[in-house]
């Protein structure tokens, strides 16, 4: 009889990939592993995903344990893929009630500490901490969420230029602009699977859909192994959950279970599908079907949870905030449908709790020319979730540059603990959505001229580099303690026409960003005894941080702030002069 060990085959992501290497090699922690697992019975004809086959890994030193479903990789094949959390010895022992040849196989594997220099790594994958209104690493460091949008992921070629590189040499679209956003300052990878080779609207994973999942393996894994966490979206587009699949309970079960077995072992983001949240793809009449009251996306939120041994952050990619915010609060819901009244499906702490969901994803369109909603961002700050802006106006597509670059500092600033960026001809490449109309965000105009701009161009876009001036700025000032002035009583009175963004930590620190068109600033409300502020100001154009200057005592409880350098976009940060971060 063979030794248990011989069963089996240890592949490493961070190494060759198939390479098949003895089991005992040494692992490093949160860095992917892969068992791989030969069945008697070749499962090509039916489809294997229905085959329950369960590891169990368990340190030895710690008595930690994770359990990871495997999944069927075609044929006989079946794959179980784990990254350690800690290092130690690592004793695992499989289970499958429904295929005995794959049952009670053991052996265990050695990890030490990841010794690279990706971050991610180093402190262990995000999550979102109870009474936290931010994302942190496992080690509890706060991260910054930066995130660039891919909905067409897939249709961005893997192995080769494509048209639109215009120029560029690589022998990789995808690879070039991740590897490039992880220059510019990028953290996250937002992605949807429109345009995956592989077709799970009929809730099975089958034979045809393997080499498609194979190929989704080579983009999670270069994203992983860059360093950058990925915000993806499961199964397919949301519009093609129909009747009867959204039903079938067990089809969602399934697919669940099988997405978290693939791509769990990565440092990801669940996002479930698109705009899944209230009445998006519910009219009456139409062919769609679900709506707040019969959403299945709360039944796959339900199953991912079940089966994620690691606790990714999990969250729905919300409708537009004109439609859905937390509670309905800012919103204009159309009561003449279905529509909840504006009130997310996971806003109650129950369904929270029993589907993991731990974030919101909104998708808001910050006004440049008005005040903010004050009731949408309370709604919001007022969760015990964070919350990231998601999806906004992508850039040369329905705004330019000032507006990309302002929603970043306009979210931070207003409760919102992460910005999903986007941009033409990556946000949905080679998307011929909305490109021959001329759009306006109030500020600047976007022809269909500025919208046939390739990816080549757009990942260059000025606001894309800028967005490394804002985390800069953020992370120098311990940008997780801010509490955005959106109270009853602001600390902050504007000039006439003034839009600004704001937040504090107390009267010690103030963070201001002006973005009207004029050099009118405000005042600022604080208690006489209130120890005296040094101001700069700082160019989220360019970067660059002005001189300090000492700005007068408060008078009748009012301090008058300093006029813009000019009329543009500008941040003011005003702290104590004993403030350390």
């Known amino acids: 009889m063979q030794a248990p060990h011989q069963y089996v085959a240890l592949v490493f992501a961070f190494c060759i990939w198939n390479a098949t290497v003895r089991a005992e090699t040494t692992v490093e922690t949160w860095r992917l592993a892969e068992l791989a697992f ?3 019975t070749d499962y090509s004809s039916g489809g294997g995903d229905a085959v329950r086959l369960d590891v169990a890994f368990t340190n030895v030193e710690t008595g930690a344990s994770l359990v990871r479903p495997a999944f069927w990789d075609g044929g006989k094949t079946f794959r179980v893929r784990f990254a350690p959390t800690a290092p130690g010895r690592w004793k695992w022992r499989s289970t499958c009630p429904d295929d005995a040849s794959l049952s009670g196989k053991e052996d265990s594997l050695a990890c030490r500490p990841y010794t690279g220099i990706l971050e991610l790594y180093r402190r262990g994958f995000v999550q979102t901490v109870a009474g936290k209104k931010y994302f942190a690493y496992a080690d509890g460091t706060p991260f910054f969420y930066l995130g660039d949008t891919h909905w067409g992921m897939y249709k961005e070629e893997i192995d080769e230029a494509g048209p639109h590189a215009d120029g ?6 995808f ?3 991740v590897n490039r956003r992880v220059q510019q300052g990028f953290t996250v990878y937002q992605s949807e699977p429109i345009g995956a080779k592989f077709k799970l609207t009929d809730g099975r994973v089958d034979a045809d859909d393997i080499a498609g999942f194979r190929l989704a393996d080579r983009y999670y894994r270069h994203i992983a192994d860059a360093g950058l966490v990925h915000a993806n979206a499961e199964f397919f587009f949301s519009a093609g959950m129909k009747r009867p699949l959204m039903d079938d309970k067990a089809a969602l079960d399934r697919l669940s279970r099988y997405w978290v077995a693939r791509f ?6 669940w996002t479930l599908a698109q705009e899944v949240d209230n009445d998006f793809y519910f009219e009456r009449g139409d062919k769609r079907s679900y709506c707040c009251t019969n959403n299945p996306w709360v039944a796959v939120a339900e199953f991912i949870h079940k089966y994620d041994a690691y606790g990714h952050p999990l969250s729905a990619h919300q409708e537009n905030t004109w439609h859905t915010t937390v509670t309905g609060a800012g919103t204009n ?10 009130v997310s499906v996971f806003a109650d702490a129950e369904v929270a709790g029993r589907t993991g969901h731990s974030w919101w994803a909104a998708q808001w369109s910050p006004s440049l020319t008005h005040p903010q909603s004050k009731p949408l961002l309370r709604d919001y700050w007022a969760s015990p979730r964070p919350a990231v ?4 106006r992508y850039c040369y597509l329905w705004t330019k540059d000032f507006g990309a670059r302002a929603q970043g500092w306009i979210s931070f600033l207003s409760g919102f603990c992460g910005y999903g960026y986007g941009a033409i001809d990556m946000w949905l490449y080679k998307s ?23 990816w080549s161009k757009a990942v260059e876009f000025p606001s894309a580099l800028q967005m490394r001036h804002l985390r800069t700025f953020l992370e120098g000032i311990a940008w997780w303690r801010l509490v955005p002035d959106i109270g009853e009583k602001p600390f902050f009175e504007p000039d006439k026409d003034v839009l600004c963004a704001r937040a504090s930590t107390g009267d010690s620190r103030y963070v201001l960003y002006f973005y009207s068109r004029s050099t009118l600033t405000g005042k600022l409300r604080r208690a006489e005894s209130a120890p005296p502020l040094k101001a700069r100001w700082f160019n989220p154009r360019t970067g660059e941080a002005g001189a300090w200057a000492e700005l007068p005592p408060a008078r009748d409880g009012i301090l008058r ?21």
């Open 38 to 40: 030969e069945s008697e």
């Open 175 to 177: 690879k070039y602009i």
């Open 333 to 342: 819901a159309d009561k003449s449908k279905i529509s909840g009244n504006g």
């Open 168 to 173: 560029i040499e690589t022998d990789s679209h």
């Open 432 to 454: 011929t959505y909305d490109v021959k109309s001329v759009s306006k965000d109030g500020v600047d105009k976007i022809t269909p001229a500025d919208k046939a701009v390739h």
């Open 389 to 392: 802006n998601y999806e906004g």
């Open 561 to 581: 702030l300093p006029a813009k350098p000019d009329a543009s976009d500008w941040t003011l940060l005003c702290e104590t002069s004993i403030l350390g971060v």
């Open 264 to 269: 769990g072992a990565w440092p990801v983001l």
